[in-house]
Nanobody, 115 residues
């Protein structure tokens, strides 16, 4: 299984970014997929996840600003991030999740929110 994340970059406060994560070597549609992030000096935390049936949940810190979605035909999960603030600065990782937890991590894409 490989997860290839992309879409990170430098954005000003209040701006938007869309992260993508393309999966290969897996039956993508049957798995819950998630986005995690790790800021400097902090533990990795769950940002959002989406089940195979499309149910979503979010960290309180991003509710109303971030949206996770998936396209099973493209084996891709997305994270639309709006109203970004400096506290969102982190390396973002996509992950494939099974009943035991994260089974596969992507390589990470860096998001920097700064003026």
């Amino acid at each position: 299984v490989q997860l290839q994340a992309s879409g990170g970059g430098l954005v000003q406060p209040g701006g938007s970014l869309r992260l993508s994560c393309a999966a290969s070597g897996t039956i993508f549609s049957i798995f819950t997929m998630g986005w995690y992030r790790q800021a400097p000096g902090k533990q990795r935390e769950l940002v959002a996840r989406i089940t195979s049936g499309g149910d979503r949940d979010y960290a309180d810190s991003v509710k109303g600003r971030f949206t996770i979605s998936r396209d099973n035909a493209k084996n891709t999960v997305y994270l639309q991030m709006n109203s970004l603030n400096p506290e969102d600065t982190a390396v973002y990782y996509c992950a494939q999740i099974n009943s035991y937890g994260v089974s596969t991590w992507g390589q990470g894409t860096e998001v920097t929110v700064s003026s």
